[in-house]
């Protein structure tokens, strides 16, 4: 007689397929994403996640790329998710959080960036399918600040990221000590100093205040039926994600290879069941 354990193994293989597929797309959204808006390589020489970061705001819910939020919107800290790409990614120990105003696409980098969130020592809980980013027992270098650009500056890109910290972390002379102020610093010649390791995940958002008193730079939208993986899972999606100064792009990737996932798995396992009962 077949084994329980056996036909349900049959019967998950789909479903965990469908994971992993879906956690690439988003990786590759997210890369595409950064890319169009100039985050790379204007503020990031590179930038290649090896996980999916969900960001979810009180009262909004969560969060596509470059999603235009309010000051208001984004004034509670926000919850952080991580999905690793597949069961090759292993997140263990501890991680960095960043958050830093990017400023409006063209925005010059080399100026330095203003640091509105900074958390050392982070620790992951939850499980493959999805951690949860414990920012509130990690050492707060800088307590999360909400977005709050000035008036007519433009849409103002805010970078969040999920830094791998490695055992030779040592945090630079200023910003060693919690209770560091928001203020003006060199995210790139932070994470040099500091010895920190590979980016595993990102996103960011939008927030402007006021119109903006210059023509923004203008960004490509993100296409997510043309990335590979969207083609490799035979998803038929148009989602246009724009990047664009003003509007409100999206990285959501069409919800209908979820929806024939679950299905699949459900006859299979009706199936499966059926004939364990007939053996």
Avoid: C
Wanted: hydrophobic share 40%; charged share 5%.
């Amino acid at each position: 007689m077949i084994s329980v354990s056996l036909i349900l193994s049959l019967a998950l293989a789909p479903f965990v397929l469908g994971q992993s597929n879906n956690s690439e797309l988003g990786i590759e959204a997210i890369e595409a994403h950064f890319t169009n808006a100039g985050i790379v390589p204007s503020l990031l020489a590179s930038f290649d996640p090896s996980a999916v970061l969900s960001l979810s705001y009180n009262g909004v819910g969560n969060i596509s790329p470059g999603q235009a939020l309010t000051n208001t919107q984004v004034a509670p800290v926000p919850d952080l998710l991580v999905t690793p790409a597949n069961s090759t990614v292993q997140l263990t120990g501890n991680y960095t959080v960043v958050m830093a105003d990017a400023g409006p696409v063209g925005t010059d980098e080399s100026q330095g960036q203003t640091r509105h969130w900074l958390v050392n020592s982070v620790p992951l809980t939850g499980d493959s399918s999805g951690f949860n980013v414990s920012t509130s027992t990690g050492l707060a270098i800088t307590d999360y600040a909400g977005p709050a650009p000035a008036p007519g500056s433009g849409a103002h890109r805010y970078v969040i990221l999920l830094y791998t910290q490695p055992s030779n972390f040592t945090a630079p002379d200023g910003l060693n000590t919690p209770g560091v102020a928001v203020s003006t610093f060199s995210l790139s010649d932070y994470v040099k100093n500091s010895n920190l390791g590979p980016i595993v995940a990102g996103m960011y958002i939008t927030v402007e205040a006021g119109t903006a008193s210059f023509t923004p730079s203008s960004t490509a939208p993100v296409v997510t039926s043309t990335l590979p993986a969207a083609q490799s899972t035979g998803s038929t999606s148009g989602t246009s994600s724009g990047s664009s100064n003003t509007a409100s792009p999206t990285g959501n990737t069409s919800s209908n290879g979820a929806g024939n996932v679950f299905a699949s798995l459900s006859k299979t396992v009706v199936a499966a069941i059926f004939g364990l009962v007939l053996l």
